[in-house]
Structure formats: C-alpha cells, structure tokens
C-alpha cells in the first residue's frame, strides 16, 4: 500500500475529517464529552468498514454494527440516522482527504492532483478496494468522483475551457482510465506515467473544448 493511500484510509477510519453529526454539536458542552462523540462516529465508521470487507452492503444491519463498534442502538442512532449515512460520511471522509493532499499540490500541477487520485484507487484495502470497484456501490463511486473533480484544485482549470460546463465530467473519466489501467496484464506503466498521460490528455480537452 501506498503512503498516500494509508493516509488516506487513516483519515476515513480514523475519523480525522469528522463528517457525523458531531460536528452539528452545540457550543458549550464539555471538551470530555466532544472526544467521546468522535470516538463513537469513529468507530462506527471503521465499523460499517469492517463489516464491507466481510459481506454485501444489504445485508448489514444497524444491530451488527453497533456490535462491531462497541456500542448500544441508541449511540448509533445519536450520531447516524442509517447506514446510508455512514456510507455518506465515509464518502466524505474521503473527499475531504483529497482536499487537503492538494493542498500541498502546486496550483498549476495538474498531474500531481492526478496522481493523488490514482494512489486514493490503488488500495489493497478490501472494504475501499469494493466501494471503488463493485456494482453495488456505484451510487457512492460515481458521487466520490465527482465531489473529487468538483473540488477548487480542478475548477480552476476548468474555467481555462471555452466550456467549463462540461469539464468535470471530462475530467471524471480519470476513473475509467485507472480501471483500464489496472486491468492490463504486467509488465505496465507505473501510476506515475499514467498520470503523466492523463494529465496530458485533460490539458487537451482544456485548450480544445
């Protein structure tokens, strides 16, 4: 696994990002209590994790969950109102993550934020590795990669297009180049390269679109 990729999955897992409703809390409740608040919706996160990598997504139940994360109900439903919601909060974990690793991205580095990208698909982590990759999580895929290529780092290179309007959706298919990529037989590009020819691809779209 990839540094980038392990930071990435300790953001979500670890809950670092802090997308639950913790962060709805009212002023003024003691600092103990805001610590346990994140350690609750960290764990039911790293929970509904847990159990991806273990069987379909329907067949979860908010009981296994909660006994999975060490928790009653109740906990569960202070914090999440389905498992959808955890699912969204991971999802957002994730984006927020890529927000920040471009951060440290030169503005005008458009294979550097590729790149991340490409390391964020490159896991060999079960439970990410099925959300990016099986059908059942379509829905949560196709919104990750557009919140991703809707974020301030590509907007800006989408307003250098004569038509911006349909740049994200040029720039998403960033997700079928990879799932190509990884489906080709070795000796292949390194994700380096890769990013090297998406980029060069993109920056195209932008000066001809």
Known sequence: ??????????????????SGKEKHMP???????????????RDIKRA???????EPF???RIEEIATEAMINRKTFYNHFSSKNDVLDAIEEDLVTSQEQGLKGIAAENLRGGVLLFYHLLDTDDTAY???F???????FFGKLVNDIFSLEFYRKFYEKAASPEIMPGYFASAASIYNAWSKKPSPK????ELSDVTATLFMKGVQGL
């Open 1 to 18: 696994m990839t540094k980038c990729v392990a930071y990435v999955i300790k953001m979500s897992v670890w809950g670092d990002t802090s």
């Open 27 to 41: 002023t003024g409740r003691s600092h103990a209590t805001d610590l346990r608040v994140r350690k609750s919706i």
């Open 48 to 54: 509904v994790l847990a159990l991806i990598a273990r």
């Open 58 to 60: 329907e067949q979860i």
């Open 129 to 131: 590795h099925k959300l």
């Open 133 to 139: 990759t099986e059908e059942e999580y379509i829905d």
């Open 189 to 192: 590009e390194s994700l380096e």
